[in-house]
């Protein structure tokens, strides 16, 4: 590096000579020129300084890529095995199940149209489907006993064929109308005031009372049903067990409350749950392997 000696120059100090002006401008130029290289070579040395003491620590040691600069021989993994993916199905919409029932519905051109051409042969049908829902209705059934006279032995009588209108007696509720507030109650969950409401919507009105007197007389039907089911569940290799305390109450006096019972049966066996209710506070073992034991 050059060093430079700095004076500072007054008017008096100028010389008078126009030659002696113009080197002294030269020489002065000259120096600016150093002094300006010397300062950048500064900068430049202190932007180091400032890398290598406050710089992340990739920056702080300078040649380290060239760490990596000789080629490694790295051994060549296996060639992956082949996978076979099944065919994309198409992202339209899905087809319809062919189990439901279908109505066909064709639209031909009017005579007007057909007029306007001079031949018309059909050579095909375009065809698309929609599907559609047709809500809930009620409808009466009547049920028709023709009655006969029969005479045998000189004796008259009135004969009529049996019939059942309704599982139920003196009832006019159908088996399956019985059987749609049972689904509608533990399958769906919908309360007794949704379903009066429902039926309302569809021109009946089924009072509470009535519907609940339906639902306690069907299950005591089905009652018949719970022993095999029961030993369909208790023949299963797990059970999940749940009991819920309910409140009793007959005539009005209010009974002890008494535990409810669920008993599902896990896989295996098809997955079928049963109910029932007992006096007693628990009815648990904490055997790894306990015997089944009947559902009271």
């Given at each position: 590096?050059?060093a430079?000696?700095?004076a500072i120059?007054?008017?008096s100090d100028?010389?008078?000579d126009?030659?002696?002006?113009r080197?002294?401008?030269?020489?002065?130029?000259?120096l600016?020129c150093?002094?300006?290289e010397?300062?950048?070579?500064?900068k430049h040395?202190?932007a180091q300084?400032n890398?290598?003491?406050?710089?992340?620590?990739?920056?702080?040691?300078?040649?380290q890529?060239?760490?990596f600069?000789?080629?490694l021989?790295?051994?060549?993994?296996p060639a992956?095995?082949?996978?076979k993916?099944?065919?994309?199905?198409?992202?339209?919409?899905?087809a319809?199940?062919?189990?439901?029932?279908r109505t066909r519905?064709?639209?031909?051109l009017?005579?007007?149209q057909?007029a306007?051409f001079d031949?018309?042969?059909?050579?095909g049908?375009e065809?698309?489907e929609?599907?559609?829902?047709?809500?809930?209705k009620l409808?009466?059934?009547?049920h028709?006993?023709?009655?006969?006279?029969?005479?045998?032995d000189g004796?008259?009588t009135?004969v009529?064929?049996?019939?059942?209108?309704?599982p139920?007696?003196k009832s006019?509720?159908?088996?399956g109308l019985?059987?749609?507030?049972?689904?509608?109650t533990?399958?769906d969950?919908?309360?007794?005031n949704?379903?009066?409401?429902r039926y309302a919507?569809?021109?009946?009105?089924l009072?509470?009372?009535?519907?609940?007197?339906?639902k306690?007389?069907?299950a005591e039907?089905l009652?018949?049903?719970?022993?095999?089911l029961?030993?369909?569940v208790?023949?299963a290799?797990?059970?999940h067990l749940d009991d819920t305390?309910?409140?009793?109450?007959?005539a009005?006096?209010?009974?002890p409350d008494?535990?409810?019972?669920?008993?599902?049966s896990?896989?295996g066996?098809g997955?079928?749950t049963?109910?029932?209710?007992?006096?007693?506070?628990?009815?648990c073992?904490?055997?790894l392997?306990?015997?089944?034991a009947?559902i009271p």
């Amino acid at each position: 590096m050059m060093a430079c000696v700095l004076a500072i120059l007054t008017p008096s100090d100028l010389p008078t000579d126009p030659d002696a002006i113009r080197a002294l401008a030269l020489e002065q130029n000259r120096l600016a020129c150093t002094l300006w290289e010397q300062l950048e070579i500064l900068k430049h040395q202190v932007a180091q300084l400032n890398r290598a003491q406050f710089g992340a620590s990739s920056e702080r040691l300078p040649g380290q890529a060239e760490l990596f600069a000789q080629p490694l021989d790295l051994p060549t993994p296996p060639a992956a095995p082949e996978v076979k993916v099944a065919r994309h199905t198409g992202k339209g919409r899905p087809a319809l199940p062919t189990d439901l029932p279908r109505t066909r519905i064709e639209y031909d051109l009017s005579e007007g149209q057909k007029a306007s051409f001079d031949t018309l042969e059909r050579i095909g049908e375009e065809r698309s489907e929609t599907l559609h829902y047709e809500p809930a209705k009620l409808r009466v059934i009547e049920h028709i006993r023709f009655k006969y006279v029969a005479t045998k032995d000189g004796e008259s009588t009135i004969v009529t064929p049996a019939a059942q209108p309704s599982p139920l007696p003196k009832s006019n509720a159908s088996a399956g109308l019985l059987a749609s507030i049972q689904v509608d109650t533990f399958v769906d969950h919908l309360p007794i005031n949704r379903q009066e409401t429902r039926y309302a919507r569809l021109g009946m009105h089924l009072p509470r009372a009535t519907l609940c007197e339906w639902k306690l007389a069907s299950a005591e039907l089905l009652a018949t049903l719970l022993p095999p089911l029961r030993n369909h569940v208790l023949q299963a290799p797990r059970l999940h067990l749940d009991d819920t305390t309910c409140h009793y109450s007959s005539a009005g006096a209010p009974l002890p409350d008494r535990p409810i019972y669920g008993a599902t049966s896990g896989p295996g066996s098809g997955r079928r749950t049963a109910y029932g209710s007992t006096t007693r506070q628990r009815c648990c073992s904490s055997s790894l392997n306990p015997a089944p034991a009947p559902i009271p």
